[in-house]
Each structure stands twice: as structure tokens, then as C-alpha cells.
């Protein structure tokens, strides 16, 4: 017999070890504390357990109410800032915060006087005239962003309570196709990220401003990178916290935690033991929840260019152990295989010469000009 408590990983690798056996759901009780049984966990247990209810998230103020048939997941109902409709709206700039008042109040007033609800999204659309279809599409990526949000939590309590649910109903997205794409976007791979899911969502392009998580997730900003095959560093600044990320051609390798005042004052690098990458993917999970906070990505075909104030400026240096790593025999030898590593070194050393050159010629035109015009004055007051 399987023991209850093993973890979903390691009742898998216990199936492929052996066929014959049969795969049991962790056991878990109806309520409890997230940090021993974290939402993934219990996510995963109500899925394989075919289960029909709802799952309440709450950690201080903040709820998450989620209802499943069948295990598939049809509703979710938060009360977290990033997830809500008009605060989307809002960071889209369709409307503006009175403007939001208003369309609730007016929601409200239509409900009491038609006696049936009116969707938001409608009022929009009918109010300030953005189109059903654009409408449509964000309250898809809210649900998503829910959705995958709904398992990042390890703190605080949970209730499940299962109930008759006699209509089928028809699920947000499919629980396998989604997790399927959450591990494919962490997991170390060659292969370029296809997935309809996250295919779904605004590419995230870096600026040179810091990005918002209240306005774009952590797991988006990743799975932009994956698709767009960025290299460089991703830094997390989160209150007094900075998190810095190495990626290469998406994929995350080496973690770097510390304080802004103190960085890098711990290094976790992926794949050194099984040990270090399940930690890896724990921290990552724990990077994927925050709600607040800001992320500055810097290529690294960039450090060249950076003169040491701007490199100061950034919290980064060229020298330092970040962008040592990157460049290192830690990557794992089927990414090394890809592109030759010198070959990044090479391309930013030639870049820089381009850069160097396109300043000198502009340098020079800017000088000729110069010249002409005092020319040409000569020859006029002449």
C-alpha cells in the first residue's frame, strides 16, 4: 500500500518505477494551515480526487473562494487588488478610478431596479465603448491570472467543503493543461515553450523602467522571457528583499537572495542536487506570489555597455558572481549545447564596437554641420 502522505512527485516516480501500482491521493484534512499543506498540494488532491466543492484560501485579509466539478475548476472569487476586474481595467487605462465608482454604483442601481445583475464588462462596453471582444479577452487573463495564482500559496489556512453539485459545469481552463504548462515554463529544456494557455497572455517586453507585479505576475514576466528566449538577469525587489534570477534563453538557473542594502547573500544554483532543485522550485513558487513589488531585467549583452555609475545605480556589476554564473560551468550541458557560450561574449564585444562607431559617425556628422553653418555665415556677412 502507498503511504498517504507521499508528495504527488513522489508517488509518480513510483508509478514509473512500478505500473502495477496504484496511484493514491494524499490524504489531507478538511481544514488546516497552508504551510503544511501547501494550495499546490491540495489543488492537485482535489483534482485527482474527482472532488465537487469549494476550496477557501484566507491569509489575514485576503480570501480566495475556488469551486470545482469534477475537479475541474468552473469559478473563482478573490478579493486580491491585481485580480480584480476594474483594477485591470483601470491598468489598461479604459477607465479611470471615478469612473470605475461610477459603473459600480450604476451596477448596483440596475440590480435593484431590474432585479437581475449586469456584468461589468457589459457596462463598459456600453458606457465607454471598448470593444466586447477586447473585454473578453481580459476576463480571460483574469481568470488565468487567478487561476495560476491560486497555487503560490503556503501561508495561512484552508477549508475545502464538498458539495452536491447536480449542473455540470463547464471548467476555466483545463487543470492538467494548465499545471502541464506551469512545469514546462520552470523546468530546464531545449525545447521552445509552446503552450495555447500561456500563449493567451500580453508579452511582456523589458524597459528600462522597473515593472509593476500588480501589474504584470512574475510567472507572466517568465513566461514572456521563455517565449522570447531572453538571457540576463531578473531583479525582484520586493520591500526591504532583492531577488536576483540568472535566466538563460528563458529558463531560470541560478537564485540570488539577500537585501538592498546587503545583496547576494545567498546563492541557491539549480541542478547541484536534487535537494537544491527542489528548493529552487520552491523559491520560485514563493517569487510567484508576490503581489506587490517591482522587476528590473538587464540583458547581458548590456553589462559592457554600462559605464560603472550606471552599473552601481542598477545593483549590478560586470565582476560580480550574477554574471560570472551565467557564464560558468554550473549551466546544465544540454543548454550549453545550444550556443557556444563565448559566442554571447563575442556578439556584446561587437555590438559595443557597433555602438562605439554609430557615436563616433554621429559625432562627426554633427561636426561637419557645425562647420557648414559657420561656412555659410561667413559667406553671408561677406
Excluded at 494550495?39 to 475556488?66: C, M, P, Q, V, W
Excluded at 480571460?140 to 487567478?146: C, G, V
Aim: proline share 4%; hydrophobic share 40%; aromatic share 10%.
Amino acid at each position: 500500500m502507498v503511504p498517504a502522505l507521499l508528495s504527488h512527485e513522489m508517488l509518480r516516480k513510483l508509478q514509473k518505477e512500478s505500473p502495477k501500482l496504484e496511484v493514491a491521493s494524499p490524504s489531507f484534512p478538511s481544514s488546516g494551515q497552508l504551510m503544511v499543506a501547501s494550495s499546490r498540494l491540495l489543488l492537485d488532491k482535489l483534482n485527482r480526487d474527482a472532488f465537487s466543492g469549494t476550496l477557501l484560501l484566507s491569509f489575514r485579509e485576503k480570501r480566495k473562494k475556488i469551486w470545482f466539478y469534477n475537479g475541474e475548476i468552473f469559478r473563482i472569487q478573490s478579493n486580491l487588488v491585481p485580480e480584480l476586474f476594474g483594477r485591470m481595467m483601470i491598468d489598461r487605462n479604459w477607465i479611470n478610478e471615478t469612473e470605475l465608482k461610477q459603473l459600480l454604483d450604476l451596477q448596483k442601481d440596475l440590480l435593484e431596479e431590474e432585479g437581475k445583475p449586469r456584468l461589468l464588462g457589459e457596462l463598459v462596453c456600453e458606457t465607454v465603448g471598448v470593444d466586447p471582444d477586447e473585454v473578453a479577452a481580459l476576463l480571460e487573463q483574469q481568470s488565468l491570472y487567478s487561476f495560476l495564482q491560486s497555487f503560490t500559496w503556503n501561508q495561512g489556512e484552508y477549508n475545502f467543503q464538498a458539495i452536491d453539485i447536480k449542473d455540470a459545469q463547464d471548467p476555466l481552463f483545463l487543470y492538467k493543461a494548465l499545471t502541464g504548462s506551469v512545469y514546462d515554463l520552470i523546468q530546464i529544456s531545449t525545447q521552445p515553450l509552446r503552450s495555447d494557455i500561456l500563449d493567451r497572455l500580453d508579452t511582456w517586453y523589458p524597459e528600462a523602467k522597473p515593472t509593476e507585479l500588480s501589474r504584470m505576475p512574475l510567472w507572466a514576466i517568465f513566461a514572456s522571457c521563455r517565449k522570447l528566449s531572453l538571457s540576463g538577469i531578473l531583479s525582484i525587489r520586493r520591500q526591504n528583499k532583492l531577488y536576483e534570477i540568472v535566466i538563460k534563453f528563458g529558463i531560470p538557473l541560478t537564485l540570488y537572495e539577500g537585501s538592498i542594502g546587503q545583496p547576494r547573500q545567498t546563492i541557491v544554483v539549480r541542478q547541484a542536487s536534487h535537494e537544491h532543485e527542489r528548493f529552487f522550485v520552491e523559491q520560485l513558487y514563493k517569487l510567484f506570489s508576490f503581489l506587490t513589488g517591482s522587476v528590473y531585467f538587464r540583458n547581458l549583452g548590456e553589462s559592457l555597455e554600462l559605464t560603472p555609475t550606471e552599473a552601481g545605480q542598477l545593483q549590478f556589476r560586470d565582476e560580480t558572481a550574477v554574471t560570472r554564473s551565467v557564464f560558468s560551468e554550473m549551466i546544465p550541458q544540454e543548454l550549453r549545447k545550444l550556443i557556444p557560450v563565448r559566442a554571447h561574449g563575442i556578439l556584446a564585444f561587437l555590438m559595443r564596437i557597433r555602438r562605439q562607431l554609430d557615436r563616433k559617425l554621429i559625432s562627426l556628422k554633427k561636426s561637419m554641420l557645425r562647420h557648414w553653418y559657420k561656412l555659410l555665415g561667413d559667406i553671408k556677412r561677406q
